[in-house]
């Protein structure tokens, strides 16, 4: 267990925690976050988890402007300077998982040929398929998350879920337990962004 994967997971626990909250703060916990996992899964050799931290954190700003610049009709009925928790409509899923898996599988065979194209620079991906569609996943729960959308806390359960397998396979010690700890904060999250929603919060 090196000290990158403790700040990590220090850093992740509090993030989720702070937007499971709704908390406009979590934002600058997340830069932080992304920088360390970027070096952590560059030694683990986990490239598409690596990869997501640049997008990640793009997607952290965005998601920071927007909790905090919400359109009229957006605002929170307790704070008009906030933004108000939102859904996804059932004709919207479709074409959203639609596109997750097209580019989960194209990402796949991407990081299966990187290694042979340059092998001195990557090396195998241990789960190149669990691994992208993982960054898939994520992606979309990070976008749904920076429009406060209700549904990011599901996504968010199965990314968990699936981030214990990745980890425990890859020889990661403490991100397991990490997981395990986000599941049951996505689980109160899911409960609690349900009732801002019905407040019009």
């Not at 700040?7 to 626990?13: Q, Y």
């Not at 998601?63 to 004709?91: C, F």
């Not at 979309?140 to 425990?168: P, T």
């Amino acid at each position: 267990m090196s000290w990158v994967e403790i700040i990590s997971a220090v850093l992740g626990l509090s993030c989720v925690f702070l937007a499971g909250r709704n908390s406009k703060y979590n934002f600058w916990v997340g830069y932080a976050y992304n920088i360390f996992l970027f070096i952590l899964f560059w030694r683990q050799h986990l490239y598409s988890a690596m990869l997501l931290q640049p997008v990640s954190f793009a997607i952290n700003a965005f998601g920071h402007w927007r909790w905090t610049h919400p359109r009229e009709d957006e605002r929170s009925a307790s704070d008009a300077t906030r933004l108000k928790v939102g859904r996804i409509t059932k004709e919207q899923w479709p074409g959203i998982l639609l596109i997750v898996c097209v580019l989960g599988a194209s990402w796949a065979m991407c990081l299966d040929w990187l290694p042979v194209k340059w092998p001195n620079v990557f090396q195998a991906d241990p789960s190149p398929w669990l691994d992208s569609y993982l960054l898939m996943f994520t992606l979309l729960a990070q976008y749904l998350s920076a429009r406060k959308c209700w549904e990011c806390w599901v996504v968010w359960l199965v990314v968990n879920a699936a981030n214990i397998a990745l980890y425990v396979s890859s020889g990661l010690y403490l991100m397991p337990i990490v997981s395990a700890l986000y599941l049951a904060n996505g689980i109160w999250s899911l409960i609690s962004w349900k009732k801002l929603y019905n407040k019009n919060e």
